[in-house]
């Protein structure tokens, strides 16, 4: 099996040398635990050092913030920019009400876009924002706010057919989602991790950082939870080191 270097120091050694080729991972954890960087660092990796071509699609942040990310990393979007070797799009959700009807001509212009920088690599940030965009109104959680979540028929449906599209070029793709921070909490709908084929959950329990792979297909992983970090160069995972799933308070 063909493996794709990830970027992230430290995690290609918890997964016998990368992603699985063609393969779709979920990335998944709450605020501030570095999905969006994980995500970011992914496609620049793979364009800097490994000279692949990647596409950073987003629905959450302007391209303006997702610069700045890229900025204070020091990581040179502009050259891989004119070199197409990486590309960042933006899906437009307005109007919003009609967004599921124009889902299949987003993906149409990606897989445009993909084809015409040779892309290996994709990213999408974040299934969460695309979730909210098909939402319901439910009841009241348990601290009292009303949650919105997606229809999860046409949401699952959304995220197969894009994953799907994309494996048919054997791209290898990251989606990021977002939960509540729980340790038991794996994706924002409940159902993103039984269409993808890896998922990876970052932890935030000040002062701990940490990195747990639930499941990779194909491959032989690491079953423990290990430190990482976030520091001027991205993510870095600690492979030879453990925490304690008590740690994780």
């Not at 000040?206 to 990779?216: D, N, S, V, Y």
């Amino acid at each position: 099996m063909n493996r794709v270097p990830t970027g992230i120091p430290g995690l290609d050694e918890l997964i016998e040398g990368g992603f699985p080729e063609g393969s779709t991972i979920l990335v998944a954890g709450g605020a501030g635990t570095g999905k969006t960087i994980f995500a970011l660092q992914y496609i620049y990796a793979g364009a800097a050092v490994y000279n692949e071509p990647g596409v950073f699609i987003t629905l959450e942040e302007g391209p303006k913030n997702i610069l700045w990310n890229l900025q204070n990393f020091g990581w040179d979007y502009a050259t891989l920019n004119q070199q197409g070797l990486m590309k960042i799009y933006r899906i437009s959700v307005n109007p919003p009400e009609r967004f599921a009807e124009r889902w299949k001509e987003e993906i149409d212009r990606i897989i445009e876009m993909v084809k015409s920088v040779g892309a290996k690599r994709v990213a999408l940030d974040s299934i969460t924002a695309l979730g909210m965009l098909l939402g319901e109104k439910l009841v009241k959680s348990e601290r009292g706010s009303e949650l919105w979540v997606g229809n999860p028929i046409t949401l699952r449906s959304m995220i197969a057919e894009l994953s799907e599209r994309l494996k048919e070029l054997n791209i290898t793709s990251v989606f990021t989602t977002g939960t509540r921070g729980g340790k038991m909490d794996f994706s924002a709908f409940g159902m993103e991790e039984f269409i993808v084929d890896g998922v990876i959950l970052l932890y935030f329990f000040p002062p701990h950082r940490a990195l747990f792979i639930r499941k990779m297909r194909g491959t032989n992983h690491s079953n423990k939870i290990h430190p990482m970090s976030i520091s001027k160069n991205g993510i870095e995972v600690r492979p030879h080191d453990e925490i304690l799933w008590e740690a994780l308070r």
